[in-house]
């Protein structure tokens, strides 16, 4: 068995980053690793919670060398007898209850080809492995150094794909009224899945779209934490959305301050998308309550070629209101020549992109008569 990662060299590493750091962050590591340290101590091993990754196929030309995936996990402390399955399920309050391990050594297979990766000071690996796959989904396994797998998939996009669809979460698939804090909460660490709302028609415009674009490329793109990375998966799947992978954020303090930008966190994802995938143009999902018309209409400026649409749903005025504070949705100084469409929900939205040619007109209800 492969030693614990509380080595020297894992402590080096800590010291040597928590010098200059902000001081909630150097808290929050000081907690978390008094935590590791009780837990081992109890029994409990360090075990990998994989979330599902991206890549690409050799004949995609792109940054990385041709033929990769991205892989996505979280270092968690973890009761060696409670099965993966059972472990990571955890719901509401108990999925931001967790121990990482920092800067732990993980084995990672993709395929029958094993790579060394490390994980950071919040125990999350996101790594790019150069690996020669054919375009569709791939098992994958993550074994943290001295403790127990755990298994996920990549998605790899071929050549012959052109089209791909990013999607918000909150409120633009989800119904949370996120902005109004008590009942944020009460989403987030309380109510499970089976309880949340699905914007209507939201769904089907996804199908639709993957339909009109055969092997289309459909990722989440959120600013809430990886905490919330399995239950997320549960409601996408319980409502029919097509697979895909999350790009999340962490949860809590970074290195220069209190909060992470979450604005920072799309954009970059979004550019980094444009440049890992260059031969696919984006469908640009979101809501009109806070940042996404900003974010959207950025992206599409840089890169108006990359970009099908943009597409808003617009919230109600009461949404508009715990959003922003005002009852009239946010503005923005346009896409250029992207056109950007407004919906108060999915079917309305369909309809906005069959008149720009995106969808192809629904077929006719077959004659009764």
């Known amino acids: 068995m492969n030693a614990p990662a509380d080595t020297p060299a894992d402590q080096l590493a800590a010291a040597a980053e928590d010098a200059g750091r902000h001081m909630a962050a150097i808290a929050e590591d ?10 081992r101590r109890r029994g409990w091993v360090a075990r990998v919670q994989v979330n599902r990754g991206y890549g690409a196929t050799v004949d995609v030309p792109a940054v990385h060398r041709p033929g990769w995936v991205r892989v996505f996990g979280r270092v968690l402390m973890a009761r060696p007898e409670t099965p993966y399955r059972a472990w990571v399920k955890r719901r509401g309050w108990r999925s931001f209850l967790t121990a990482q391990v920092e800067y732990c050594p993980v084995t990672v297979e993709v395929a029958g080809h094993a790579y060394q990766v490390r994980a950071d000071r919040a125990g999350l690996v996101d790594a790019v492995l150069q690996i020669d796959l ?7 396994t993550m ?8 298994v996920g998939e990549v998605v790899v996009v071929g050549a012959d794909t052109d089209a791909g669809l990013v999607s918000d979460i909150d409120d633009t698939v989800m119904v949370t009224w996120l902005p109004r804090p008590f009942i944020a909460a009460w989403n987030t660490f309380v109510r499970q899945e089976t309880a949340r709302a699905e914007v209507p028609g939201m769904q089907e415009l996804y199908r639709q779209f993957q339909q009109a674009h055969p092997g289309a490329f459909v990722l989440y793109l959120s600013t809430g934490a990886w905490n919330t990375a399995p239950f997320l998966r549960r409601f996408l799947r319980r409502h029919g959305f097509p697979v895909g992978p999350l790009l999340l954020t962490d949860w809590g303090p970074t290195n220069t ?23 696919l143009r984006w469908l640009l999902v979101g809501d009109d309550g806070q940042h996404d ?3 959207y209409s950025t992206v599409a400026r840089e890169a108006p070629d990359r970009i099908r649409a943009v597409l808003l749903r617009e919230l109600s005025p009461a949404e508009q209101v715990l959003a922003r504070g005002l009852a009239v949705p946010d503005t923005d100084e346009g896409a250029g020549p992207v056109p950007v469409l407004h ?11 069959r008149a720009i040619g995106q969808l192809p007109a629904p077929e006719p209800a077959p004659d009764r008569a």
């Open 134 to 140: 054919p375009a569709g989904r791939h098992p994958v």
């Open 293 to 295: 018309p900003d974010i």
């Open 143 to 150: 074994t943290p150094a001295g403790g127990e797998p755990g």
């Open 343 to 353: 919906g108060g929900d999915g079917h309305r939205l369909a309809e906005r992109l």
């Open 30 to 39: 000081v907690v978390n690793r008094f935590s590791v340290r009780v837990l």
């Open 257 to 279: 301050g209190w909060f992470r930008s979450g604005r920072e966190h799309k954009l970059a994802s979004l550019r980094r998308l444009r440049v890992e995938l260059p031969h």
